[in-house]
T-cell receptor
Framework: EAGVAQSPRYKIIEKRQSVAFWCNPISGHATLYWYQQILGQGPKLLIQFQNNGVVDDSQLPKDRFSAERLKGVDSTLKIQPAKLEDSAVYLC????????????FGPGTRLTVL | DQQVKQNSPSLSVQEGRISILNCDYTNSMFDYFLWYKKYPAEGPTFLISISSIKDKNEDGRFTVFLNKSAKHLSLHIVPSQPGDSAVYFCAASVEADKLIFGTGTRLQVFP
């Protein structure tokens, strides 16, 4: 079974530029999550999708971050414009359903904002 | 407000001995707890979980203990192996809601 795929693996941009990350979850997984992990901290949930609908985006900075999962499969997370404090690893995870189902994580995208 | 805390940023243990990783939480509504393991340049991998209705769950060399009155859980690895060297994250949730992660503990198992 293929795991969660993410691209790119690394990205370096200057502040005020825009950036997009892509995630392809495990086949058949209805729930998709985007996390932000700042150095020295644990992952923090940004947004959760159930199929193509948003379940929780309470911690997504909506003035600059956006995410979509149009066909209920893969997803993109965008930052526009980026700030220095957005430097982090962005992790995508998927699970069969919501709640206590095991979440499978991708390798993440390391973003550096200069 | 850090609801899930891992106060030891690092732990060093000799191969074959027991590794004990600790996690404290503040929200008494948490009813499900998980441990994830993370190697460099990889995403976290699920290790073991426990429901609040239990106080112990065991899976091979890994055992998680939950003390609800103290709002404390621990992960025991016996015996520790060099391949266990990684960062371990504790996570918790309320009624199947989103996971709240701790800051992680870096475990190093030396020969």
């Amino acid at each position: 079974e293929a795991g969660v795929a993410q691209s790119p693996r690394y990205k370096i941009i200057e502040k005020r530029q825009s950036v997009a990350f892509w995630c392809n979850p495990i086949s058949g997984h209805a729930t998709l999550y985007w996390y932000q992990q700042i150095l020295g901290q644990g992952p923090k949930l940004l947004i959760q999708f159930q199929n193509n609908g948003v379940v929780d985006d309470s911690q997504l900075p909506k003035d600059r971050f956006s995410a979509e999962r149009l066909k209920g499969v893969d997803s993109t997370l965008k930052i526009q414009p980026a700030k220095l404090e957005d430097s982090a690893v962005y992790l995508c995870a998927s699970s069969h359903g919501q709640g206590n189902n095991e979440q499978f994580f991708g390798p993440g995208t390391r973003l550096t904002v200069l | 407000d850090q609801q899930v805390k891992q106060n030891s940023p690092s732990l060093s243990v000799q191969e074959g001995r027991i590794s004990i990783l600790n996690c404290d939480y503040t929200n008494s509504m948490f009813d499900y707890f998980l441990w994830y393991k993370k190697y460099p340049a990889e995403g976290p991998t699920f290790l073991i979980s426990i429901s609040s209705i239990k106080d112990k769950n065991e899976d091979g060399r890994f055992t998680v203990f939950l003390n609800k009155s103290a709002k404390h859980l621990s992960l025991h690895i016996v015996p520790s192996q060099p391949g266990d060297s990684a960062v371990y994250f504790c996570a918790a949730s309320v009624e199947a809601d989103k996971l709240i992660f701790g800051t992680g503990t870096r475990l190093q198992v030396f020969p």
